[in-house]
């Protein structure tokens, strides 16, 4: 029963015996396991290909993204202990550790979230360190006058 139902959906897609195709442009008797039309060269099995087409592999074929945003973390991290250009270089390293952990989140192949979080830490501790220092110094003038 099956096999009559599959064989009449296959005639009604293209009237074919077991060994030959018709192609369907030009109707020439081809043998099945061919790819293309032996008259008019055009493709035989457009379904058989479809599920021959592989996906593109990502993991392998596509590049490792490079995680800029922790690698500027980790510098501005570290140059965040000159004092008092720190608070800026430490505001900055905390941003761009931030989206360097977000981004290494996102694409785990990516590497660089411990340089992310170097960053974030070295930066927001000397940001808060110098920045305290210079509100503290702030209420002392203030204090003094
Ligand atoms: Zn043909």
Redesign the pocket.
């Known amino acids: 029963m099956t096999n009559i139902l599959s064989k009449c959906i296959q005639d009604d897609i293209m009237p074919q015996t077991n060994d030959t195709i018709f ?1 369907t ?4 008797k ?1 043998l099945k396991k061919d790819i293309q ?1 032996s ?4 493709k035989l099995h457009s379904h058989q290909q479809a599920a021959y087409i592989v996906k593109t592999d990502t993991t392998l074929g596509g590049l490792i993204p490079n995680n800029t945003n922790a690698l500027v973390a980790y510098y501005t991290g570290i140059f965040s202990i000159i004092p008092f250009v720190g608070i800026l270089l430490g505001i900055a390293a905390l941003i761009f550790g931030i989206l360097g952990v977000k981004f290494a989140n996102k694409n785990p192949e990516a590497k660089g979230k411990i340089h992310a979080w170097v960053g974030i830490i070295l930066g927001g501790f000397f940001a808060f360190i110098y920045l305290a220092i210079v509100i503290a110094s702030i209420f002392m003038i203030f204090l003094e006058q």
């Open positions: 192609c442009k030009c109707g020439q081809n039309c008259k008019c060269s055009s």
